[in-house]
């Protein structure tokens, strides 16, 4: 069983900053890449960054420079430092582990987790 859980949300005024982190835990073996969406409101889920394995990372076209992704050495938690927030962020912030294997024989899986709320305040 392979658990991800996202922390850091809150609210925060324009121009400033929030750092969310994701964990995944439990029987892994191999993770290929972790990503973060979010869910603004009354709009479908988007990607906003990945960080792929061998440390690679992608960034919507929104991000602007803003966000950055990163991923500890042991390349299970994940983190998405967001700088310059905008009222337009306000919204739902998931993390997904993506492309997990609990053993070297075993299917990828993606994994996500329960979401952040991230409120941006004018």
């Known amino acids: 069983q392979v658990q991800v859980v996202e922390s850091g949300g809150g609210l925060v005024q324009a121009g400033g900053s929030l750092r969310l982190s994701c964990a995944a835990s439990?029987?892994?073996?191999?993770?290929?890449?972790m990503s973060w969406h979010r869910q603004l409101p009354g709009k479908e889920r988007e990607l906003v960054a990945t960080t792929v394995a061998d440390g690679e990372t992608k960034y919507a076209d929104f991000v602007k420079g803003r966000f950055t992704i990163s991923r500890d050495v042991a390349k299970t938690t994940d983190y998405l430092q967001m700088n310059s927030l905008e009222p337009e962020d306000t919204g739902v912030y998931y993390c997904?582990?993506?492309?997990?294997?609990?053993?070297?024989?075993?299917?990828?899986?993606?994994?996500w987790g329960q979401g952040t709320q991230v409120t941006v305040s004018s």
């Open positions: 439990g029987t892994i073996f191999s993770i290929s890449a």
């Open positions: 997904s582990a993506d492309g997990v294997q609990t053993t070297s024989w075993g299917q990828e899986q993606n994994y």
